[in-house]
């Protein structure tokens, strides 16, 4: 999408004698099925997704990725970085064999110095680990498990392709308690067209009574090209936004009341700094692997998902380069941001994009942004920062991300 837009800014000129904090996001774009609802690997053809270990291809992209770390790792800590915060996703990062696990983190330490990360996330879903592997990845310096369950309903999981069931669930998070991880997080799922609120209700309990540390309650993202969204539009179901909303709301009211404080549309509990650092912008990021993004040095860069034989051939070369300050990566970072409750400090904006808040704001597409939003009354503005009302920020990120999502394609 961005690759014949050229850089036009570069705001920091780092020296090799900063030290800057650095948040490293890894990508591994397998897993042993494509679910229904998934929109992160949307682009990833099916028979790519699907490779095994010992897949030639698969191999190929392991060996890319290490490239990658290796190289840019060693460049990246020249110039000062040092990672503190690291995450793991997909795909399905514990689909990994442990040959795979082992070649990547060795790289990684080859490349960057890891001695002050905080938070190493590895993400996965409950049918790919076990204690043994679990056991593994904390061995190997692990200390958080986030756990893609979706739903404590048997039914539910079935009408979303997954492959485990609600036990499979408890006992994945029963068993990176006891391999010794520090935090789990558990991701459920809202807010589908025939989803009663006695299921939001029992999945919220079911998930409380695993006592995670964290949790992500990702509302239903009706994105085109998912097997639900087709079967939505071929039936014409109603995806109603404001039973969407409902749904999400009740959630968070039951999460809130069992203890779990909302830090972000979405977020609660112990906040994630691979979150916080991402969507506030308080770190650079630097993503490795096909479908990874990069924010540092004033650009925002990557590689296009789902093209694997283009990462393999050279994955030190980015498919796109572009500005932070273009209009359409500014606008996305800002309505990111604005998902975290607190929203962006100004500092860490300028800090980032390279020029101050004020100026940005000042954007037409930002202005239009923040003119829609003004009639909701859901935005605090001050010098210090930008941020929504919690109490009105689900409404803004929830309802109208996929109201646009489904009017768009009503129109084509
Ligand atoms: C990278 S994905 C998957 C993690 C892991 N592979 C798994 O299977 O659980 C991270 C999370 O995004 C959420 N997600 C994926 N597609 C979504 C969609 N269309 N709408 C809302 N949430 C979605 C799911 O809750 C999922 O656990
Ligand atoms: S939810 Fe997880 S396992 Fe399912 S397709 Fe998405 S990334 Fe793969």
């Known amino acids: 999408m961005f690759a014949s837009q050229q850089v036009q800014h570069r705001p920091q000129v780092r020296t090799s004698v900063d030290v800057s904090s650095l948040s490293l996001y ?23 997704l699907l490779r095994e270990a010992g897949d030639s291809k698969r191999r190929s992209y392991v060996d890319a990725l290490s490239h990658e770390l290796r190289e840019r790792g060693m460049r990246l800590t020249a ?57 593994h990845y904390r061995a190997l310096g692990f200390n958080r498990f986030s756990v893609g369950v ?8 079935r009408k979303l392709g997954r492959r485990h069931n609600s036990d499979q669930g408890r006992d994945a998070i029963r068993a990176a308690r006891a391999a010794g991880f520090e935090t789990v997080s558990l991701d459920i799922m809202c807010g589908f067209a025939d989803e009663t609120p006695e299921e939001t209700d029992a999945n919220v309990a079911a998930a409380v009574d695993l006592h995670p540390e964290h949790l992500s309650v990702y509302t239903f993202r009706p994105t085109e090209g998912t097997v639900i969204r087709r079967s939505i539009d071929h039936h014409q179901v109603k995806l109603e936004v404001a039973r969407q909303l409902a749904s999400y709301q009740r959630a968070s009211k039951a999460l809130v009341r069992a203890g779990y404080a909302e830090y972000g549309v979405g977020y609660f509990g112990q906040p994630a700094e691979n979150v916080t650092a991402m969507f506030q912008l308080r770190s650079d990021v630097a993503g490795f692997g096909s479908g990874a993004v990069s924010i540092m040095d004033g ?26 300050m273009a209009p359409g990566v500014a606008l ?81």
């Open 332 to 412: 996305s970072l800002l309505r990111s941001g604005l998902s975290i409750h607190g929203g962006i400090a100004a500092d860490d904006w300028e800090r980032r994009i390279g020029e101050s808040l004020a100026e940005s704001l000042r954007r037409p597409e930002i202005a239009r942004l923040l003119a829609m939003l003004d009639v909701t009354g859901a935005v605090e503005l001050s010098e210090e920062r930008i941020a929504l009302r919690p109490e009105k920020a689900a409404l803004v990120i929830i309802g109208l991300m996929n109201q646009a999502m489904l009017a768009s394609s009503a129109t084509q």
């Open 79 to 135: 110039e000062g970085y040092r990672p503190t915060v690291i995450y793991w996703g997909g795909g399905t990062s514990t689909s990994m064999s442990g040959d795979e696990v082992a070649a990547i983190v060795e790289t990684m330490r080859d490349g960057f110095d890891l001695s002050e990360v905080r938070e190493w996330t590895i993400e996965g879903s409950p049918d790919t680990v076990s204690p043994e592997s679990l056991a």
């Open 299 to 324: 650009t925002y860069l990557g590689h296009t998902s789902g093209l694997l034989d283009r990462y393999i051939d050279d994955p030190l070369h980015h498919d796109f380069e572009q500005s932070l």
């Open 26 to 48: 890894v990508h591994f774009p397998f897993c042993r099925q494509k679910c229904h609802f998934c929109d992160w690997v949307q682009r990833v053809p099916k028979q790519d």
């Open 150 to 157: 979706q739903s404590f309903q048997d039914g539910r999981l």
